[in-house]
C-alpha cells in the first residue's frame, strides 16, 4: 500500500527485508564509514575504490553502482521488479541481441563530506551515494558473507 511516495509495509516484510539486505541498520563503527581515499576510475572505466579509516578497502565497477542507485526512484522501481541494489533489469530475450554501451559516469562530485553523486551517461544524476551506504555495499567477499 503506498500514498503519495510513501510506502507503508507489513512488519513481517520489514524484518525480511532487513534480514535479506546488506544494507541494515547495524551499526557501523565511524572509521568504517570514514574515506580515507577515494578512487574514481572514470578513465579507465573500472569503477571507484575507497580506502577506508578502518583499513577496509572497497570497490565497485560503474555498472552496479548504477544498478545500486539509492534515490527513491530507483529504490521503489527495483522493489517494485523484486531485485536487490546492484542487481540489473532483466533483458529481453531476443534473436539478434543488442549491444548497449556500459553506463558511465560523465561527471562525479562531492556531496558535503558524506556522499557523491554520479551524472551517468544514461542521463540519470538523482543518486547521492553516501559513504555509509558505500560501506553497506561493500562487495568484497568479507562483507558479502557478513564476517565484517
Known sequence: MSHEGIRFVHQDELRRLDEESAYSNRELPREATQPAR???N????????IFWKDGHH?????????NACP???????REAAGRKPGE???R?????PMYTA?????????VGNYAVRFHWSD???TGIYSWDYLRRGCQCEQCRTGSL
Open 38 to 40: 577515494v578512487c574514481v
Open 42 to 49: 572514470k578513465t579507465t572505466g573500472t569503477g571507484v575504490e
Open 58 to 66: 572497497s570497490s565497485w565497477d560503474f555498472t552496479w553502482l548504477r
Open 71 to 77: 534515490c527513491a526512484t530507483c529504490i521503489q522501481e
Open 88 to 90: 540489473g533489469k532483466p
Open 92 to 96: 529481453p530475450v531476443s534473436l539478434l
Open 102 to 110: 556500459p553506463v558511465r559516469p560523465e561527471e562525479v562530485e562531492a
Open 123 to 125: 542521463g540519470h544524476k
